[in-house]
């Protein structure tokens, strides 16, 4: 079956401008999370969705981040005034239920650039 | 103190060879571990869950160490299709987010 899928894969941008990343999680799960990798790092947690709800946004760095779910589907991340730190890969995962014991799914993420 | 440490490497190794990567966790009551493997600008897939009484997946065999904090990943008989980045992944008893390591990078030489 279809895995995560994410667009786009690749965003360029200047500083200052607002930007929306989409994440299509794999079907039937109810549990997304967003996370945020830099070169030569693990990736970082930004926020966990179960169902329509932000369960758990505590990595959000900062205001400018801003994730919304509305259907229990279909995640998007935004980011406004993106700054040039922004800069990194944007990655979805989708987990069945959402328990400590489940598999996350990564989709193939989003590369943002901020010039 | 970050929650997850793990030796960013490089590890090269010529084929055949057996390698470890061990990865130490701040958080004792943390409850759930796994190792993830990422290829070259490729999104992370599951390699192996960690269990307490360790488990064994063909070459590869995890181990988890509550007393000393740590888990590992033994690869045996190394193969060119190995080389990748190495994850270690601990869940902590208060939530499901994924701490992730900064990944071991292992490349398997001819």
């Known amino acids: 079956g279809a895995g995560v899928s994410q667009t786009p894969s690749n965003k360029v941008t200047e500083k200052g401008k607002y930007v929306e990343l989409r994440c299509d999680p794999i079907?039937?799960?109810?549990?997304l999370y967003w996370y945020r990798q830099s070169l030569g790092q693990g990736p970082e947690f930004l926020i966990y969705f179960q169902g329509t709800g932000a369960a758990d946004d505590s990595g959000l760095p900062n205001d400018r981040f801003f994730a919304v779910r509305p259907e229990g589907s279909v995640s998007t991340l935004k980011i406004q005034r993106t700054e040039r730190g922004d800069s990194a890969v944007y990655l979805c995962?989708?987990?069945?239920?959402?328990?400590?014991?489940?598999?996350?799914?990564f989709g193939p993420g989003t590369r943002l650039t901020v010039l | 103190r970050k929650e997850v440490e793990q030796d960013p490497g490089p590890f090269n190794v010529p084929e055949g060879a057996t390698v470890a990567f061990n990865c130490t966790y701040s958080n004792s009551a943390s409850q759930s571990f796994f190792w993830y493997r990422q290829d070259c600008r490729k999104e992370p897939k599951l390699l192996m869950s960690?269990?307490?009484s360790g488990n064994e997946d063909g070459r590869f065999t995890a181990q988890l160490n509550r007393a000393s904090q740590y888990i590992s990943l033994l690869i045996r008989d190394s193969k060119l299709s190995d080389s990748a980045t190495y994850l270690c992944?601990?869940?902590?008893?208060?939530?499901?987010?994924?701490?992730f390591g900064t990944g071991t990078s292992l490349t398997v030489i001819p």
């Open positions: 079907s039937g799960h109810t549990a």
């Open positions: 995962a989708s987990s069945l239920v959402g328990s400590s014991t489940d598999t996350q799914y």
């Open positions: 960690v269990y307490s």
């Open positions: 992944v601990v869940i902590p008893n208060t939530g499901n987010q994924f701490y």
